[in-house]
């Protein structure tokens, strides 16, 4: 078994330890994964195209803990670090995938992935009271989604839904209102549950 993907394997235990919040069990999948990113340096040539997604995955890992644990601007440092990490993947992609093969991941997982932890850098800014800077952020990923993926996609409700937080943040409660029923309309038409967001723990697979 390839121990790179131990990494992803990992951000998926967490997301569903975040179902039942056990911090305790996230926190030792991220000590895990920090001692794998260690040994992972010393791995051969073929891993370097996919040590951002190592690192990204890590960074996840320590922004769920923190956001658990409400340290919200540990957490958004975190999933900001993880969106660096990443930033340059998409203008690499074609490198990348020469070094990797035919079977590396698709483009879009690196955009969905960039996406996800800039939608988390604007929630936590959100519930530190920095609802403008993450009205901001929401509303770059809505725009991409839109399009991207169009409006009735699950991805794009999600967006909605965190600028709808954005707005509250911001006392505009009429505006917060419509869009939170316009996330909903999207929910309903792709059969999520109206409770979906953009979730602790559930970055694409990098």
């Known amino acids: 078994v390839d121990p790179g993907r131990l990494f992803s394997l990992y951000d998926e235990l967490a997301q569903i330890d975040t179902?039942?919040?056990?911090?305790?069990?996230?926190?030792?999948?991220?000590?895990?994964?920090?001692?794998?990113?260690?040994?992972?340096?010393?791995?051969?040539?073929?891993?370097?195209?996919?040590?951002?997604?190592?690192?990204?995955?890590?960074?996840?890992?320590?922004?769920?803990?923190?956001?658990?644990?409400?340290?919200?601007?540990?957490?958004?440092?975190?999933?900001?670090h993880a969106r660096q990490a990443l930033a340059d993947g998409p203008d690499r992609y074609d490198t990348m995938v020469k070094e990797a093969g035919e079977n590396f991941l698709p483009r879009e997982e690196i955009e969905r992935a960039l996406e996800y932890f800039q939608l988390n850098e604007?929630?936590?800014?959100?519930?530190?009271?920095?609802?403008?800077?993450?009205?901001?952020?929401?509303r770059e990923v809505l725009l991409h989604r839109l399009q991207r993926l169009g409006k009735y996609h699950e991805e794009t409700g999600i967006a909605v839904a965190v600028l709808a937080q954005a707005m509250s943040g911001e006392g505009r409660n009429e505006d917060a209102e419509k869009l939170t029923r316009a996330a909903l309309d999207i929910y309903h038409s792709v059969r999520l549950p109206d409770d979906s967001t953009v979730g602790r723990g559930s970055s694409p697979t990098v």
């Open 19 to 80: 179902t039942t919040e056990d911090i305790d069990g996230i926190e030792r999948l991220a000590r895990n994964a920090h001692g794998l990113l260690i040994q992972s340096r010393s791995w051969s040539a073929h891993a370097d195209p996919f040590r951002a997604g190592f690192q990204s995955d890590v960074d996840n890992l320590d922004g769920i803990v923190r956001e658990l644990r409400d340290q919200y601007a540990d957490a958004e440092a975190a999933y900001r």
């Open 122 to 138: 604007a929630r936590m800014k959100v519930l530190q009271g920095r609802a403008l800077e993450g009205e901001v952020d929401a």
